[in-house]
Every structure is written in C-alpha cells, then in structure tokens.
C-alpha cells in the first residue's frame, strides 16, 4: 500500500500526556487528596505515639494485668492504623489510575477527532518504548495535536 | 448575469436542502437513523473493557412515546412538541461484557450496594453537560429504571433544559466521571448544530 505523508503520522504520547493541561490539573487534585488522607494518618499516628509515651510513664506503676492489656490495646491500635495506611495507599492508588486514565481519554479523544478531521489513514503513539524507532519529523503531529487539546480543554 | 443568478439559485436550494430536518414516517424509522454512528446523534466507546454507548433523543420520539399509535389532532402534537421541547433528553448505556454494572463491576455486598447508590441518587453528581467554554447547563433530572440483570446493559435518560447557553457553541460536553471502574472521564462531543436540525416523524393527525 502507498501511503503520502499525509495519510501516517504519529504523535509522542509522553510529551502529549506531560504539557497536556489538565495532566497539571489532575496531577494536583491528586497531591490535595493524598495529603489531607495522609494527613489523617500523621494525626493517628501522633495520637498512637502520645499514648505509648504515657503508658511507658505509668508503666512502673501498673500490675501485671493491667500492663498487658495496655499492651493488647496498643498493639491492635497500631495495627489498625496500619490497616487505615494500607487502605489509604491503594485509595491513593486507585484515584491516580483514573486520574491517567481521564487524560489518556482526552488525548485518544482528539488524536481520533483531529485524524478523522484531516483525513488520515493511521496516527502512530510513540510512548518511547520502541514502537516508533524512527519517523521523520514532518509527519510528528505532537505539537499540533497538543495545540488543539490544550485550547479544547481550555475552553477556547 | 443569467448565468450568476442560476448558480444563486442553485446555491440557495442546496441551502435549504441541507438545514432542512429529516422527516420518518415511524418511530423505528427514526431509531434505525439515529442507530448509526455516521448521523451524529448515537456515539460509542470503550475503555477498560467498559462500553459506553449515548443518544440523543430528538424530541419527536418523546412525543411519539406519550402519543402511542392514537391518532390525533395537529393541535395535540404542536402542544407536545412544544412540551418536550424545552428539553434535550440523552440515553446513557454502560456496560461490561453485554452485562449490567450492576452484574459485573460489584466485588461484594458493600460495592453492590454503593454502586445501586450511586446509580439510583448520585448520577446528577457524576453526568454533565457543557459547552465548548465550559458553561455547564444544570441537570434537570435523570431516571434510572432498574432492570435486575435482565437488561445488556446500564441504561438511564438524563434530562436537560434547552438553555440559552446552547445557541452559543458549536458542541456538547457530556462526560461521565468514573464510577470506581477505571475508566478515567469518559467523554462524548455532540455537535450543536445536529440537536437544532434535529429528526422528526411523521404523527398521525386527523
């Protein structure tokens, strides 16, 4: 098949997903969720240390029995707060996975629109990985897709 | 001079030809027409093994639906034509493997329950409507009628105001916030200029 320069180009995805605007929107949304969760647990575990000092204060004043049921309440207490950290993490995970995949979307969105618009046969994703190994800078549409993204998700 | 005006004229009825709005003569006319990507009103898409189908559902249809097969006057169906037009009503389809969410992304009892939550109170919340420059036209309501794994897929009809703000943009935001599936937004562009010259059908009147 012959195919002009016109009809296969391809667009670096990295660079896409990097100065795509929004990457810089979700990218903080993100950083104020995963501080205030990890905020919670700084103050868990603030909470969690307080109480391990005063019960070593009290300590040489306890019995027996009472020492060791601080001690099984200190010890479930700290593994609840790991618990809470490990919840915490894969929460963090989860919302940074659909955060990509929002952008990923708007990207695959235009890239689908603008190939369509001026009639392309194929555009290629080079992610770096060795999917493109080489292509000829006239047909890198990077800069003009991430023109048009930029301005959609802009509102302009 | 003869020759300009010929070509004028031409240009004119190629005009009108194109703005004028298409016409069925049945409900399922009309569904098969929009039914096709290629006519602007129907769009598809799948992400994370999650299909996403919308469509627009022109006014005739909602009129035609509250009609039935009776026959009736051409007053009637101007004043429901005017009733439903102050709405734009979309069908939204989700689904994974042909299956309802709720049959297939649920991993326990409290994802189950979250999830028929989400799904029966907290759409408004997670479905919008914008414009090009992001005026977002507020939800007017939305019904999800259950179907309790009978069904192919998650289907609800959202309900929107004809605003003033749609005369000023060319196309239609209408996004879908994941819903703990993975999917990321899932975006639909709906051009402006489809839901004005939107299609018809043909009521019987007497």
């Known amino acids: ?156 | 001079m003869k020759i300009d005006s010929k070509i004028w004229f031409l240009l004119c009825g190629f005009i009108l030809l194109s703005c004028q709005q298409k016409k069925f003569e049945s409900k399922e006319e009309l569904i098969d027409y929009l039914s096709n990507p290629e006519n602007g009103y129907f769009f598809k898409k799948s992400v994370n093994g999650y299909d996403f189908s919308l469509m627009y559902r022109p006014t005739d249809l909602l009129v035609e639906q509250e009609l039935g097969n009776k026959t009736t006057t051409q007053v009637t169906v101007d004043s429901l034509r005017e009733k439903y037009n102050k709405y734009l009503y979309f069908n939204l389809s989700m689904s994974r493997n042909n299956q309802e969410l709720l049959s297939t992304a649920p991993k326990n009892r409290n994802e189950f329950g979250a999830m028929v939550n989400q799904l029966a109170f907290g759409m408004g919340n997670k479905v919008h409507l914008f414009t090009a420059s992001k005026d977002t036209i507020p939800l007017a309501d939305y019904i999800y009628p259950r179907l309790y794994g009978m069904g192919n897929a998650t289907t609800m009809m959202f309900v929107y105001p004809r605003d003033k703000k749609i005369t000023n943009t060319d196309f239609l935001n209408f996004t879908v916030e994941d819903l703990g599936l993975y999917t990321g937004e899932v975006k639909f562009k709906i051009d402006r200029k489809k839901i004005y010259k939107q299609p018809t059908i043909k009521l019987n009147t007497k």
Do not use: C, P
């Not at chain 1, 969720?33 to 000092?53: A, C, F, G």
């Not at chain 1, 618009?117 to 555009?123: A, E, L, R």
């Open chain 1, 1 to 156: 098949m012959n195919y002009n320069n016109k009809s296969f180009a391809y667009v670096d995805l990295n660079v896409l997903i990097e100065k795509y605007d929004r990457t810089a929107v979700v990218r903080e949304e993100l950083k104020g969720k995963t501080e205030k969760l990890n905020s919670n647990v700084d103050s868990l575990m603030s909470d969690w240390k307080k109480e391990i000092q005063s019960y070593e204060k009290e300590r040489s004043s306890m019995s027996k029995k009472e020492i060791e049921l601080k001690q099984e309440l200190l010890g479930n207490k700290q593994q609840q707060i790991n618990n809470y950290q490990q919840a915490i993490q894969k929460q963090i995970q989860e919302e940074d996975q659909k955060a990509t995949q929002t952008v990923v979307n708007d990207i695959n969105d235009y890239v689908k629109e603008y190939g369509k618009k001026k009639d392309y046969s194929v555009i290629l994703g080079a992610t770096g990985n060795g999917n493109v190994m080489f292509a000829d800078d006239a047909i890198n549409l990077t800069d003009k897709v991430l023109e048009g993204l930029n301005k959609e998700f802009n509102g302009e």
